[in-house]
């Protein structure tokens, strides 16, 4: 089937809750990595779908600010999540609508695309995601004709979502190779656990194998050095590296069962660490607790694709990768050193020019402090 046949979505994400847990502060305005928490919902829905729509029953005026259709439910006192699916519904002028919680800024960029394959292959109503363990409700894909159905269900004092799927054959729509894309922030320590905590400006340079990410940043190195920034690099390395080698002290006593060693000279001081236990990869923050901060103006970042922050893509089409900005919102320009085709506006650089991409970075560090 081609996509030009596919049935029409309106993304809603739904803000119009109280937010007990979060103080009662309107969740979708709370601020997550520098930007309202509905903004990372926004950057992560909107590219899926052909209409967006908010829910909010507060704040409405700086909700409309983002630019997209802001409806209210049409019942009153917090009625949950299904009134404003209901009231998304009446707004749309699509087949269907995607909904998503504000809360949510890790939501899956293949949302619609594995939602609505799976209702079309399986012919049923309703899609619901799941994580491999429990559905996510929140997360569905409704047909928009079931809006007179809902307003009955919802007259008649119902407010489970569970209690009115069941009523519908329901697609479970697998999610559980992206556990992540669920987290929800409900309480105040959700922020600061999910959050890459950075008191810096922090950019990362993102790209596939071959690229030239660290001949790039070997340019580019000096030049920053020369507007006076002070930056430390970050690099994740997806294979088994040692600084160390055989027979040297630091390598024996490391082997011999010390946890952490730090070898210091005049012109150079090294940390090794052993991980407590055995993971799968390192994170962000680790590396970031380790810097000394008063000693520097920027973070640059080589790796860490999937973790939340700010990127500049590196992109040669002539290697045959595809486009990472297309499908990642964290992206906020692209170097590259050929035409490309962007499904939204964004800095595109000459890969070639490191005196310009030199320049982005300086105003990118200017801004975020």
Same mark, same amino acid.
Request: hydrophobic share 40%; net charge negative.
């Given at each position: 089937?081609?996509?030009?046949?596919?049935?029409?979505?309106?993304?809603?994400?739904?803000?119009?809750?109280?937010?007990?847990?979060?103080?009662?502060?309107?969740?979708?305005?709370?601020?997550?990595?520098?930007?309202?928490?509905?903004?990372?919902?926004?950057?992560?829905?909107?590219?899926?779908?052909?209409?967006?729509?908010?829910?909010?029953?507060?704040?409405?005026?700086?909700?409309?600010?983002?630019?997209?259709?802001?409806?209210?439910?049409?019942?009153?006192?917090?009625?949950?999540?299904?009134?404003?699916?209901?009231?998304?519904?009446?707004?749309?002028?699509?087949?269907?609508?995607?909904?998503?919680?504000?809360?949510?800024?890790?939501?899956?960029?293949?949302?619609?695309?594995?939602?609505?394959?799976?209702?079309?292959?399986?012919?049923?109503?309703?899609?619901?995601?799941?994580?491999?363990?429990?559905?996510?409700?929140?997360?569905?894909?409704?047909?928009?004709?079931?809006?007179?159905?809902?307003?009955?269900?919802?007259?008649?004092?119902?407010?489970?979502?569970?209690?009115?799927?069941?009523?519908?054959?329901?697609?479970?729509?697998?999610?559980?190779?992206?556990?992540?894309?669920?987290?929800?922030?409900?309480?105040?320590?959700?922020?600061?656990?999910?959050?890459?905590?950075?008191?810096?400006?922090?950019?990362?340079?993102?790209?596939?194998?071959?690229?030239?990410?660290?001949?790039?940043?070997?340019?580019?190195?000096?030049?920053?050095?020369?507007?006076?920034?002070? @930056? &430390? =690099?970050?690099?994740? /390395?997806?294979?088994?590296?040692?600084?160390?080698? %055989?027979?040297?002290?630091?390598?024996? +006593?490391?082997?011999?069962?010390?946890?952490?060693?730090?070898?210091?000279?005049?012109?150079?001081?090294?940390?090794?660490?052993?991980?407590?236990?055995?993971?799968?990869?390192?994170?962000?923050?680790?590396?970031?607790?380790?810097?000394?901060?008063?000693?520097?103006?920027?973070?640059?970042?080589?790796?860490?694709?999937?973790?939340?922050?700010?990127?500049?893509?590196?992109?040669?089409?002539?290697?045959?990768?595809?486009?990472?900005?297309?499908?990642?919102?964290?992206? @906020? &320009? =692209?170097?590259?050193? /050929?035409?490309?085709?962007?499904?939204?506006?964004? %800095?595109?650089?000459?890969?070639?020019? +490191?005196?310009?991409?030199?320049?982005?970075?300086?105003?990118?560090?200017?801004?975020?402090?």
């Amino acid at each position: 089937m081609l996509m030009a046949s596919y049935p029409t979505v309106s993304g809603v994400i739904l803000a119009g809750g109280l937010a007990r847990r979060m103080g009662g502060e309107d969740k979708g305005l709370v601020n997550f990595q520098g930007q309202p928490l509905i903004k990372h919902a926004i950057n992560r829905l909107y590219p899926q779908v052909d209409h967006l729509i908010i829910n909010a029953n507060r704040n409405i005026d700086r909700y409309q600010q983002f630019g997209y259709t802001v409806v209210s439910d049409t019942l009153d006192n917090f009625q949950g999540p299904l009134a404003g699916m209901l009231s998304g519904m009446r707004h749309a002028k699509t087949d269907y609508i995607l909904t998503a919680p504000c809360d949510g800024p890790l939501l899956s960029n293949k949302l619609r695309q594995r939602m609505m394959e799976t209702l079309l292959v399986t012919g049923k109503t309703i899609a619901v995601a799941t994580d491999g363990e429990r559905l996510q409700p929140v997360y569905s894909l409704m047909p928009c004709h079931l809006q007179d159905a809902l307003n009955d269900f919802l007259l008649s004092g119902e407010r489970k979502i569970d209690s009115f799927f069941a009523k519908y054959p329901v697609a479970e729509v697998d999610f559980s190779d992206e556990p992540d894309c669920f987290v929800n922030l409900n309480h105040p320590e959700d922020l600061a656990a999910l959050s890459v905590a950075c008191p810096l400006p922090m950019l990362g340079i993102t790209a596939f194998s071959g690229t030239g990410k660290t001949t790039l940043l070997t340019q580019l190195l000096p030049m920053l050095r020369s507007k006076g920034l002070r @930056i &430390a =690099v970050i690099k994740h /390395a997806h294979h088994r590296f040692d600084i160390d080698k %055989p027979g040297k002290d630091s390598y024996e +006593i490391r082997e011999a069962g010390a946890s952490q060693v730090v070898v210091a000279s005049k012109n150079l001081l090294a940390l090794m660490q052993k991980p407590l236990a055995e993971r799968d990869e390192p994170q962000l923050y680790e590396c970031l607790a380790r810097l000394d901060y008063e000693a520097l103006d920027l973070v640059l970042v080589e790796g860490f694709k999937q973790t939340t922050f700010p990127k500049l893509e590196l992109h040669r089409p002539s290697i045959g990768k595809p486009l990472l900005a297309n499908d990642d919102p964290q992206i @906020i &320009a =692209v170097a590259t050193d /050929a035409y490309i085709a962007l499904n939204r506006e964004l %800095p595109v650089l000459n890969l070639n020019d +490191i005196g310009k991409i030199a320049e982005f970075i300086e105003e990118f560090c200017q801004k975020a402090k």
